[in-house]
Each structure stands twice: as C-alpha cells, then as structure tokens.
C-alpha cells in the first residue's frame, strides 16, 4: 500500500514537471518529429505518448464544418499506451482536440477517475488509453494485443524510460504487421565523432558531452522517472534485426545546456516481410 502511494506520488510528480518541460522539449525537437509524423497510417500504437502534443503532426483534413481534425482515411484507430495516469487529462485533451473519439480501457484502468469524454461524431477516429509498458510481453495488456497487428508503432522520447530496449524493441516487433513500420525520435548518447548518421553537428564535443552524459545518468533517471540519457536507442534499433530497411539520422543541437546532453536519432524501421 505504502509502496503503491509513494509511486503515485513519484508519477503525479513527474507529469506536474512534464507540464513544463514537455513544451520546452517540444520546442526543440519538432523540426524533426514533423519530418516523419506525417508518414504515419493505418492501425497505430504510440509507446508512452505523455500528453500526445505530437497528434497535430499526424495526417488532418478540414471537415465540412471548417474544423481541423486527423484525417480517417489515413489514421483508422489510435492505440496510446501510457503507463503514468497523472497525463490522461492532457492527453485525452489533445486527442480530442484533433478529433478523435476517445474512450478508455477500463481493464487496465478500472478507476472512477476517469475523465468524461466528448459525444462522438460521425467518422470520428478511435483512440484508446490504455495503461502499461512493453516491458515485458507477458504483460502487455489484453487491449493491445487485441488491436494488433499494426501498421505504425511510434515512440517518442520513450525508449529512454523503457526497462529493457531491446526487449521493448522485440514487443514492438511482435505488434507490428509484417511491413508495417516502427517510428521514433529518441535522445540519444552522444554519437561517436565520425557516426555516419550525423546530418547536424554544430560543433558539439561529442566525446566531452557523451561522458558527461553517463556521469549524470545515475541521478538523472532518479529526477526524470527512469529516463537514461546515455541510451544508444538508434543504433539499438539498427542492430537488433528483424527489420527490413533502417532508416535514421542524428543531430546534435547546440541550443543550450540541455541540448548538448540530449542529442536526437531520429527514423523508421520497417518490419521484415517474414
């Protein structure tokens, strides 16, 4: 019981900082996220969304009463898999800002707090809040599992929190259709000097900034609720096979402080046909 209140206490935390920080993160890094968001179809799952600020990237039409939604001949369902219930008010705000009709899955999430939800209207497209991780694929909830296989898996800033990548990595995987593709932007470890996948260098010390990335880690996934900064989440996805076409690049932005221990990799990963 005590255990259980001091993690809800740890994730109300978490989600009240990332009110902040989430807008400073999105600032930086959507130049990027808008250059594959687009791309995503079909039957999709997002890993760890947060607050989903990222939908508006997402394929939309203007509807005949001049209002600005995702487009449902483009999305057909939305699967957001977040483990942190203190996001679900934003979360469930931004997806209906961009038109979906969301409801919630309530065997993962039997709570009485859930928060009321806006009618549906015609050709509104499904989006389901589920609570979990892929941690582990015994349990992925049954809601998952049940809309799988997908077209488009996505994770944005998620790879870092996960337990295990490789093991999120191969989860993913198993949820993906064959052919369908994987989409991430993730901050990564420093890349090495000469990592071929370095579009935009700015002159970053890559060697000076990567150790000091694994020097704060420790503490740093304390403060920011698992998140590793020293994670190779690109090259992970690369080399762990299974894939079809790998597809990514690196940037190491040099706006401030922040940035110079949060370079991006930034892609897709397609799944092999067998």
């Not at 490789?166 to 052919?179: D, F, V």
Request: glycine share 6%.
């Amino acid at each position: 019981m005590i255990k259980n209140t001091l993690w809800s206490v740890y994730d109300w935390m978490f989600s009240t900082m990332w009110i902040i920080e989430s807008t400073r993160n999105d600032d930086k890094v959507d130049i990027y996220r808008k250059m594959i968001w687009p791309e995503i179809s079909g039957n999709v799952l997002e890993l760890g969304p947060g607050f989903a600020a990222s939908l508006k990237f997402l394929a939309h039409e203007t509807t005949n009463d001049g209002s600005f939604h995702v487009d449902p001949n483009v999305i057909k369902s939305y699967t957001a898999l977040e483990p942190n219930p203190f996001m679900y008010g934003r979360l469930q705000g931004n997806a209906e800002a961009n038109g979906f009709n969301v409801s919630y899955d309530r065997l993962s999430y039997p709570s009485d707090k859930v928060h009321n939800t806006v009618s549906p209207k015609p050709n509104m497209v499904p989006f389901k809040i589920v609570r979990g991780t892929l941690d582990d694929a015994a349990d992925i909830p049954k809601a998952v599992l049940a809309q799988a296989p997908y077209d488009s898996i996505l994770t944005s800033f998620s790879l870092c929190t996960v337990r295990d990548p490789e093991t999120a990595l191969r989860n993913i995987q198993s949820l993906l259709k064959p052919g369908g593709t994987f989409y991430f932007i993730e901050h990564v470890r420093q890349p090495d000097p000469k990592d071929m996948t370095v579009v935009e260098d700015n002159g970053v010390d890559a060697v000076f900034w990567g150790k000091v990335q694994d020097w704060i880690t420790p503490i740093w996934k304390i403060i920011g609720h698992g998140c590793h900064v020293n994670r190779r989440s690109g090259l992970t996805v690369a080399k762990i096979g299974g894939w079809k076409v790998v597809d990514y690049k690196s940037v190491r932005p040099a706006i401030d402080l922040q940035s110079r221990i949060m370079p991006l990799s930034f892609g897709k990963a397609v799944k092999a046909d067998n």
